[in-house]
């Protein structure tokens, strides 16, 4: 790590700078691992003993250690046990959809400490604030927590907030969240930071942060849910897009759909018409297998799960996961050719409920369609996947405010 030798005060390379360098990445080690020794984090970091020492009784004093226990197994004395302090920040999300908003609160080790679900339906931004404020409360109480006690919130939606006019684009489906001053009642209604940010944007930061896609820089993610979307990661940063619309590729236009126009009017689009969850239930039929339409998502999720359970003996599930596989990959070879990515992670209930049967057929598929060939794997975070990237994405930003001990 570091080295703490002398220079001009004020500029970099001074022992403060330094110091708070090495304190950064002793706090970074501590999130990996939970709980390490004084001589383990030296070892870990190139720092001698006492300096070790000294950085750990410095982090102690500014609360964001503390001493959780003594090691065993070993011949004299424990040595000291250090942790993060968990209590030291806490950060929020929220996950928004047209049915209900989902909120939790996570202390600074990631650990969620408070969730609650608001159902909702009222229009306007009055409405939208008030439940946003409702659901925000809620999680905090079941933390037992205030308001006061949160640092920072992001907000998942669907769509994007468009960076021009601030109003959100691409979510006709989302009642009350339109208003051109929505944004500035949040401000003013909220006594923390809050970001916002496109819900399958969020689903790829945490498949970056914790998922299948960690180490990677280069990435896309297919969400198909109650509608398809994507999230494109490149050289390590998420792709918006000039407007927020990067990954709206639900509007793709595609082969084997007519071409659907006023998209945004639609709310609907080639792929997503192609290859959405309300295919599902009309290939089921085609096949021979008798199935309700509605509701698109539960019929579509339970056929799916059913397909790929017993794909081997029944053709005709055989056949259902052979016919969406290639719609699945007539849109993606689409992304590819402008992308080329690496890796694409599927996700969503309807990718998740096909598993590995669905997944394999789509790999397969897209190496006929298109010219490079990543590879395709299934979703690692596939339980509240928006939600658990908002509270990374909110941690992220929290932990860089209060593991500076620069200032």
């Known amino acids: 790590m570091a080295d703490t030798s002398q220079g001009p005060p004020g500029v970099?390379?001074?022992?403060?700078?330094?110091?708070?360098?090495?304190?950064?990445?002793?706090?970074?080690?501590l999130l990996e691992h939970g709980t390490l020794s004084r001589t383990r984090i030296g070892k870990?970091?190139?720092?001698?003993?006492?300096?070790?020492?000294?950085?750990?009784?410095?982090l102690e004093a500014a609360g964001l250690v503390v001493v959780t226990?003594?090691?065993?197994?070993?011949?004299?004395?424990?040595?000291?046990?250090?942790?993060?302090?968990?209590?030291?920040?806490?950060?929020?999300?929220?996950?928004?959809?047209?049915?209900r908003i989902r909120a939790a609160v996570a202390d600074v080790t990631g650990a969620v400490v408070g969730e609650f679900e608001l159902r909702t339906g009222g229009r306007g931004a009055h409405g939208v604030v008030r439940q946003v404020g409702a659901a925000l409360d809620g999680a905090v109480k079941a933390a037992g927590l205030t308001r006061g006690d949160v640092r920072r919130l992001v907000i998942g939606t669907p769509g994007a907030f468009d960076p021009a006019t601030g109003r959100l684009r691409y979510a006709s489906h989302l009642?009350?969240?339109h208003s051109p001053t929505l944004l500035?009642?949040?401000?003013?209604?909220?006594?923390?930071?809050?970001?916002?940010?496109?819900?399958v944007n969020l689903v790829a930061v945490?498949?970056?942060?914790?998922?299948?896609?960690?180490?990677?820089?280069?990435?896309?993610l297919l969400w198909n849910e109650e509608g398809i979307g994507a999230a494109l990661v490149l050289g390590g940063r998420l792709h918006r897009g000039f407007t927020g619309g990067a990954g709206e590729v639900g509007f793709l236009p595609v082969p084997g759909t007519p071409l659907v126009r006023q998209v945004t009017k639609a709310n609907s689009g080639g792929f997503q018409e192609l290859a959405g969850v309300q295919a599902v239930p009309r290939l089921a039929r085609e096949v021979?297998?008798?199935?309700?339409?509605?509701?698109?998502?539960?019929?579509?999720?339970?056929?799916?799960?059913r397909a790929a359970a017993v794909e081997g003996d029944d053709s005709r599930y055989a056949e259902l996961l052979d016919r969406y596989a290639e719609r699945l990959a007539t849109g993606l070879a689409s992304l590819v050719a402008v992308l080329d990515p690496e890796l694409i992670v599927l996700s969503g209930g309807v990718l998740v409920a096909g598993g590995e049967p669905l997944r394999a057929r789509v790999q397969s598929e897209l190496a006929d369609?298109?010219?490079?060939?990543?590879r395709l794997v299934l979703t690692a975070v596939p339980e509240s996947p928006v939600l658990r990237g908002a509270l990374e994405s909110a941690l992220a930003t929290t932990r860089d405010e209060v593991f500076d001990t620069s200032r």
């Open 44 to 58: 870990l970091t190139g720092l001698s003993k006492p300096t070790a020492s000294q950085l750990l009784a410095r």
């Open 69 to 99: 226990g003594t090691s065993a197994g070993r011949p004299g004395p424990g040595a000291q046990l250090y942790s993060l302090n968990a209590q030291a920040a806490y950060a929020a999300g929220l996950d928004v959809n047209q049915h």
């Open 288 to 305: 021979g297998i008798d199935t309700p339409e509605h509701p698109y998502v539960e019929v579509a999720n339970a056929l799916l799960t």
């Open 369 to 374: 369609l298109a010219a490079s060939r990543p």
């Open 206 to 220: 945490a498949e970056q942060r914790l998922g299948a896609a960690r180490g990677h820089a280069d990435f896309a």
């Open 175 to 177: 009642p009350g969240w």
């Open 12 to 29: 970099p390379g001074t022992p403060r700078v330094l110091r708070a360098m090495n304190d950064r990445a002793a706090l970074d080690l």
């Open 184 to 199: 500035e009642e949040l401000a003013a209604a909220l006594p923390m930071p809050f970001e916002y940010e496109n819900d």
